[in-house]
């Protein structure tokens, strides 16, 4: 996307509008709390959005370790139930802990500078195409190509998703 808000911003829009819009129009008390439900999951998930790379990392990497722990602290006990734990522990033990994810801030500046590039080059492409240029013309098929999947993409995601209201 080349845009901002970023999707904390445009929940927090979210919660705005239900508070100053839906709200004060809401006369059924079960409904009201309803939509205070929905802010409260809404403000949670707002709060997760910055951690959540960074938990589903650590806990992957830790339920490596807790597989291969357990195993051993088994030691010599039998059974079809000890045999299976052991097994996990060499199935899963063996796998790789993953790396830490990067920095959502880094990505998200990095992301927007790249974007405000491509912006910038489209502007340079129509005055090359206004000039004459006929490579310019192929030089935006470039990055149309680069953006039409995108597009597509955050098209299924946001509009066509289960997420939308009314689906699902």
């Known amino acids: 996307?080349?845009?901002?808000?970023?999707?904390?911003?445009?929940?927090?829009?979210?919660?705005?509008?239900?508070d100053d819009e839906i709200l004060p129009a809401l006369n059924n008390p079960k409904a009201h709390a309803t939509a205070q439900m929905m802010q409260s999951l809404i403000q949670g998930v707002r709060q997760m959005l910055p951690v959540i790379d960074e938990h589903l990392v650590d806990e992957h990497n830790d339920m490596i370790r807790t597989l291969r722990d357990t195993a051993v602290a088994l030691g010599n006990a039998n059974g079809e139930p000890a045999d299976r734990v052991r097994e996990r522990a060499v199935t899963y033990?063996?796998?790789?802990?993953?790396?830490?994810?990067?920095?959502?801030?880094?990505?998200t500046a990095a992301h927007t500078?790249?974007?405000r590039a491509i912006e910038a080059t489209f502007l340079d492409l129509d005055e090359l195409q206004r000039?004459?240029?006929?490579?310019?013309?192929?030089?935006?098929?470039?990055?149309?190509?680069?953006?039409g999947p995108r597009y597509v993409r955050d098209a299924q995601t946001i509009v066509v998703g289960e997420g939308m209201l009314g689906r699902g």
């Open 1 to 18: 996307m080349n845009s901002s808000p970023s999707i904390d911003q445009m929940l927090a829009g979210v919660l705005l509008a239900i």
């Open 113 to 115: 500078e790249l974007g």
């Open 93 to 107: 033990g063996e796998w790789a802990d993953l790396p830490a994810p990067p920095d959502a801030d880094v990505i």
């Open 131 to 147: 000039a004459g240029v006929a490579s310019a013309d192929d030089a935006v098929q470039v990055v149309r190509a680069h953006l």
